[in-house]
């Protein structure tokens, strides 16, 4: 029997019903990417790093810039950027400008281990598109920044 199935549909009030159907979607999406990455030794969190580090735009980004851009905003990305640093996935080094920053970049292992892991991704987003229309991808896109935004108030 399906989570839903045994708690979801008892539920009456629509709001808490919605609530609780984005959290189980949440837990389970975010299990499903752990397991895709697992056999690439990194974890969803140094996953995206890697991903932020890739973008072209910057030859490096500080700590803080990336977590910033970071969905789940930790305080532990000194930590997540030091493992990949011991796997050989990024380069840090002083900044010759603040030698207070450390500029980050990837490697090309990492990104390497990035084409190595779209094959998968890639999968997974084929089997997204075909579980929802595009018009449901944008009606879903319309209505979670109303819950985000009532969230950072």
Known sequence: MKWSE???KEIEDPHVKAVLNLMYTGVRYSKRMEQLLKPFGVSHQQFEILKILSDNSVPFFSL???QLRLIN??????RLVEKLKL??????????????RLDISISSKGT???KEIEV???????????????????ELS???????????E
Not at 87 to 100: M, Y
């Open 6 to 8: 045994l708690y979801i």
């Open 112 to 114: 390497e281990l990035l």
């Open 87 to 100: 796997k050989g996935f990024i380069h840090t080094q002083v900044s010759e400008n603040n030698r207070s």
């Open 142 to 152: 319309r209505i979670l920044p109303k819950i985000q935004d009532m969230l950072d």
């Open 64 to 66: 803080r810039e990336i």
């Open 120 to 138: 998968p991704l890639l999968a997974l987003s084929k089997q997204l598109k075909a579980t929802f229309s595009e018009i449901d991808a944008d």
């Open 73 to 78: 905003q930790t305080s532990n990305t000194t």
